[in-house]
């Protein structure tokens, strides 16, 4: 059980995860001569801005700049467990969060919605202004999620990811209980936790169906609805501009289940994340939650860092072009 809720979150790379806390983060990693590298990085922000500070605006410039930070640091996780790769360019990073962006388009708003389409010439569902049309649609949502995230569990690399992303878990649960921090005592901790961006995805999914019965048929009163290809590609336009808002809600409701974790209805709620995270995560090794005790004792106050036992690393100094070994 938890003493105490940081904001401290994490990701998983290729080779190790980063720990992020406020501005900065810390990318931990194991290298091939089995030694552990840290560098330390500044947070791109997009909500600097205290407007988009607010509860319920938030949401969306953070998942932007949650999803810019993870391809970079992705990137240069590639760069550093593979000496022979080089370095990626400005324009790699963008082609590749562009990539990124695409595909959760493609899978999220357009498969979907094409289906629910499918179903309603078919005679198994309503019409795009109907409670069915955005049942199939959020269905449809959920099993390519499903679908994706056990395809994805069976390459080797990504199996690696998952354990560092239970890790990262475990190391975070390990700290907030009030427990030294160390792989072995990381090692007895929950890999479930209920600001997983796993809940997250679910909770956009979930309220997709709400948002999109509610809003869509709205739209349908203009003259572009008498014909059916431009009222689609309209309404899947549509969508993708209620991405906004929708990210804005899931966030405000994964940081009320993480902060309220008695609340029945809340806890509800984050059973389905939860159960999710059981495919997202898988039960790391020894090693790996080591790189993760470091990466989380390289983004906490100095005064807690007394409370973590760590095997030697190296910090690099990227600016410097120093390194410091601990």
């Given at each position: 059980m938890a003493k105490f809720i940081t904001h401290i979150g994490g990701q998983a790379v290729l080779g190790g995860l980063l720990m992020?806390?406020?501005g900065r983060y810390a990318?931990?990693?194991?290298t091939e001569d089995n030694s552990i590298l840290v560098e330390h990085h500044s947070w791109y922000s997009l909500s600097k801005s205290k407007i988009l500070q607010h509860t319920f605006i938030r949401g969306f410039p953070i998942m932007l700049e949650t999803l810019i930070n993870g391809v970079q640091a992705l990137n240069r996780s590639a760069e550093l467990t593979d000496?022979?790769?080089?370095?990626?360019?400005?324009?790699?990073?963008?082609?590749?969060l562009m990539a990124a962006i695409f595909l959760a388009v493609l899978l999220f708003i357009f498969i979907p919605h094409i289906i629910a389409a499918a179903?309603?010439?078919?005679?198994?569902?309503?019409t795009v202004d109907t409670l069915s049309f955005h049942i199939w649609d959020g269905a449809v949502k959920i099993l390519l999620f499903l679908a994706y995230t056990l395809l994805i569990a069976f390459i080797p690399e990504i199996k690696t990811v998952l354990q560092y992303h239970g890790a990262e878990h475990k190391v975070i649960a390990c700290y907030e209980s009030g427990m030294t921090v160390n792989a072995a005592n990381a090692k007895l901790c929950t890999r479930l936790h209920p600001r997983c961006g796993t809940s997250f995805i679910l909770f956009v999914l979930f309220l997709a169906v709400c948002?999109?019965?509610?809003?869509?048929?709205?739209?349908?009163?203009?003259?572009?609805s008498?014909?059916?290809?431009i009222m689609h590609s309209v309404v899947i336009l549509f969508k993708i501009?209620?991405?906004?808002?929708?990210?804005?809600a899931a966030y405000e409701l994964i940081r009320a289940t993480a902060k309220r974790s008695s609340n029945p209805f809340l806890k509800f709620l984050s059973f389905?994340?939860?159960?999710?995270?059981?495919?997202?995560?898988?039960?790391?090794?020894?090693a790996q939650l080591e790189v993760a005790v470091i990466a989380l004792k390289e983004v906490v106050g100095e005064e807690q860092k007394e409370r973590f036992e760590t095997v030697p690393y190296t910090v690099l100094n990227r600016r410097a072009d120093s390194t410091t070994h601990i």
């Open positions: 992020r806390s406020f990318l931990a990693l194991r000496t022979a790769r080089s370095k990626h360019t400005f324009l790699q990073t963008v082609g590749s179903m309603e010439l078919m005679g198994a569902g309503g948002v999109h019965s509610v809003f869509v048929p709205l739209i349908l009163f203009f003259p572009f008498a014909n059916p290809v501009v209620l991405i906004i808002p929708i990210s804005a389905p994340g939860l159960l999710m995270q059981f495919v997202t995560t898988k039960e790391p090794n020894t």
